[in-house]
């Protein structure tokens, strides 16, 4: 090798961590942030005492850990923090309490403490008895080639350096020097295969050539060496203990030890197959030098596939309450995309962080402006739904509403959340009004008048009429869309048509129509936002004709006589009277777009929300910077 292809190598080794195909050691996430110590009362409201001592103490053995006093006392939010804070960094134990730290769903610490820190516990351990197999392979391969196993700084390398290193140690003009050289500079396969089988092949031809020149003297001397070698590597390998004398027993004793210390089913099997061969001793040779590690291949080939699905599982588990959650699309693009490689390596670096970094996005994508007569909400980046009552010019009086939440609705007075844990509360009044739980498993709420719709996770719109505690009417199911008016019920279907009813909450649907993503109500006007991008509006009778308002939309917003389009592009356009009035460019980078009377509301893309009242003409006032959007 020369010095600038050893220099490459070198190079590459900073940006790679390479592992056999059955390792899976992973490069470091970034370390998780320290959650703010107040962090239990802004996302858990009340912090919760459901877990028991016993609970804890078994929660807490998961991590190796003997809890005193002071953390048995702790209620289950402050006790998940504590378990994160020992918890061993970048680990799947560290992760999870994380997540279910930073839950909003009161019972998700509890979950963790009871259920979640043993999975996750078990994860870790899988993964490190992985780490352990990927270190027995490079012990085996340094006895194979003259390396001392012990030496601990040569076996916990990478296998890309430990591949380096053996060349750089191995004897000029060696076939195990050439092989070496070979594997490093290809790619993963390479190296596995030079772990696997080349290096053994490799310095087999060494010997090889070595008797060629020999005495008949040094040929005994070399074949009882390589031997002693081919046991010691096997040894190692299958991770049992080595001793010199077992190394030095007959064969036979040798195999049958194997045969039962052993774990692996397959190299069990081919040990008692050759310990019973009738021709023994090339038997007992071949399970040595061969035979025991291509056993011990299959055995981890099943391994590694077992821990594969295992991980596919979780990973399509998370993907599928994504979907069904639909807040969460960078969540379920990660996943998927974890999926699709469907790598130990993908798949673990989303469960450990992947996961993490596509929720924070989604949380982010949450934030927004809300409208309702002289009420301006605003949905903080953090999840805190902040309302105020008045003037746009105000720069006080924001009430901080609810924790946790991912949809902030605004009507009249009353004002509707939806919390990350799908539960959806709704007060009447004043700002500082007691809410009332309406309904659990929701994706999305709306409010109109005194009408309050939910569509639940199952695909069902329910909508009740009247006071807070009126009884639910089931409107739809197979929706991924509520909208509702006063007198109209909007659903949109998860085939993409828009239907609409006007009146009673019992009076039949009108197919409005079809290739719609996005269906908006207001007054007597109906607006569907094409799968292409165009945005349709309607005025009259639920069978009035549609009327193509603009294309290249993401957004449609509908309020009295105003029309707001979102494009693509980010600018935000909007038109007061008539279907066919002259649009007006309001806002460029714009995120979201909100519309009430004559308010026009705009969260762009620094965090900062935007309010105007009055003209279209009118000015701006800043009300908000929700924090960072990316």
Do not use: C
């Not at 001592?53 to 991590?63: F, G, I, R, S, Y």
């Not at 008949?216 to 001397?221: D, S």
């Not at 996943?335 to 469907?342: N, S």
């Amino acid at each position: 090798m020369s010095k600038n292809m050893r220099a490459a190598a070198h190079l590459l080794i900073a940006g790679v961590t390479a592992t056999a195909v059955w390792s899976t050691a992973l490069a470091a996430p970034a370390a998780a942030a320290e959650p703010a110590t107040t962090a239990a009362a802004s996302i858990v409201a009340d912090p919760t005492n459901l877990a028991t001592d016993e609970d804890k103490v078994k929660a807490a053995a998961a991590l190796g850990l003997n809890p005193g006093i002071d953390m048995l006392v702790l209620d289950d939010q402050a006790f998940v923090l504590s378990l994160w804070r020992q918890a061993k960094p970048d680990t799947f134990v560290q992760g999870a309490a994380l997540r279910a730290y930073d839950d909003s769903d009161p019972q998700a610490a509890y979950q963790f403490i009871t259920a979640g820190v043993f999975a996750a516990a078990a994860d870790d351990a899988q993964a490190e008895i992985a780490a352990e197999r990927a270190k027995a392979l490079r012990r085996s391969v340094a006895v194979i080639v003259g390396l001392d196993p012990a030496e601990t700084a040569l076996i916990e390398l990478t296998d890309l350096n430990f591949i380096i290193e053996v060349w750089e140690r191995a004897e000029a003009g060696s076939f195990v020097k050439a092989a070496a050289e070979q594997a490093i500079k290809g790619t993963r396969t390479e190296w596995t295969a030079f772990l696997t089988t080349g290096a053994a092949a490799a310095e087999d031809l060494d010997v090889k050539k070595k008797l060629e020149d020999a005495t008949a003297e040094e040929a005994a001397e070399l074949k009882a060496e390589q031997l002693a070698a081919a046991k010691r590597s096997l040894l190692q390998l299958l991770l049992l203990p080595v001793t010199e004398e077992l190394v030095n027993a007959p064969n036979r004793q040798y195999v049958l030890h194997v045969l039962n210390n052993a774990k692996g089913t397959e190299v069990k099997l081919a040990a008692q197959a050759a310990v019973n061969a009738t021709d023994l001793e090339t038997a007992l040779s071949d399970f040595i030098f061969t035979g025991g590690a291509t056993a011990n291949g299959k055995d981890e080939a099943a391994a590694a596939a077992k821990e594969l699905a295992g991980y596919k599982a979780q990973v399509t588990a998370i993907r599928d309450a994504a979907v069904l959650d639909s807040w969460l699309p960078d969540l379920v693009a990660a996943a998927d995309q974890a999926l699709t490689t469907g790598t130990l390596l993908s798949l673990q670096t989303f469960l450990l962080k992947g996961q993490d970094e596509a929720r924070a996005k989604d949380k982010k994508s949450w934030a927004g402006p809300a409208l309702s007569g002289t009420r301006i909400g605003v949905l903080h980046t953090d999840g805190t739904a902040y309302v105020k009552d008045g003037s746009v010019s105000a720069t006080g009086g924001w009430a901080k509403e609810y924790p946790g939440v991912k949809q902030l609705v605004l009507a009249g007075d009353r004002i509707g959340v939806l919390t990350a844990d799908g539960t959806a509360y709704v007060k009447d009044g004043s700002l500082s009004a007691p809410w009332a739980k309406e309904y659990t498993g929701v994706k999305q709420l709306a409010l109109a008048g005194d009408r309050i719709g939910v569509l639940t996770t199952s695909g069902n719109a329910l909508v009740k009429e009247g006071a807070l505690n009126a009884a639910w009417s089931t409107q739809h199911t197979g929706i991924k869309q509520i909208a509702l008016t006063t007198t109209r019920v909007g659903v949109l279907t998860t085939g993409g048509v828009a239907y609409v009813k006007e009146g009673a909450l019992n009076t039949a649907w009108a197919n409005e129509k079809s290739g719609v993503t996005q269906l908006a109500l207001s007054g007597n006007r109906i607006g569907a936002l094409a799968t292409d991008g165009i945005a349709w509006v309607k005025e009259g009778t639920l069978s009035a004709s549609w009327v193509n308002e603009r294309a290249g939309g993401k957004q449609l917003v509908l309020a009295g006589d105003r029309i707001g389009v979102l494009a693509n592009d980010g600018v935000a356009w909007v038109k007061d009277g008539a279907l066919n009035a002259a649009w007006a460019n309001e806002q460029t980078n714009v995120v979201k777009l909100a519309l009430d009377a004559n308010r026009i509301g705009v969260l762009r893309g620094d965090g900062t929300v935007y309010v105007k009242d009055g003209v279209l003409s009118a000015g701006w006032y800043t009300q908000m910077n929700v924090g960072p959007l990316s």
